[in-house]
């Protein structure tokens, strides 16, 4: 079963955000992880939250908690804090193959 990671963002500042995907997205492939989506989402019904969503697909929800955990990403998130507002970051296991 793979995992999702999910996030809701809103950036505030493009060069420091340029500088968090330099320093993250290497981070998600050396968890063995792969970015999926970037961007806005197409809200269907109801409300959600932030301009920018990202998806990322892990083996499980381990490595997915793995690589959130990571000294490496909490370097990159400590550049991300403060150049965004985060609605949420969550992960979601994928029963469907």
Same mark, same amino acid.
């Given at each position: 079963? /793979?995992?999702?990671?999910?996030?809701?963002?809103? *950036? @505030?500042?493009? &060069?420091?955000?340029?500088?968090?995907?330099?320093?993250?997205?290497?981070?998600?492939?050396? @968890?063995? $992880?792969?970015?999926?989506?970037? $961007?806005?989402?197409?809200?269907? &019904?109801?409300?959600?939250? $932030?301009?920018?969503?990202?998806?990322?697909?892990?083996?499980?929800?381990?490595?997915?908690?793995?690589?959130?955990? /990571?000294? &490496?990403?909490? &370097?990159?998130?400590?550049?991300?804090?403060?150049?965004?507002?985060?609605? /949420?970051?969550? *992960?979601?296991?994928?029963?469907?193959?």
């Amino acid at each position: 079963m /793979s995992a999702l990671m999910l996030a809701q963002v809103e *950036f @505030h500042d493009a &060069e420091a955000i340029e500088r968090y995907v330099a320093a993250a997205r290497p981070t998600i492939e050396q @968890h063995a $992880g792969k970015i999926l989506a970037v $961007g806005a989402a197409e809200v269907a &019904e109801e409300t959600w939250f $932030g301009p920018n969503t990202i998806a990322a697909e892990f083996a499980n929800i381990a490595a997915a908690r793995a690589w959130y955990n /990571s000294a &490496e990403y909490q &370097e990159a998130r400590k550049i991300r804090l403060p150049a965004a507002t985060t609605n /949420s970051v969550f *992960f979601l296991e994928s029963s469907a193959s």
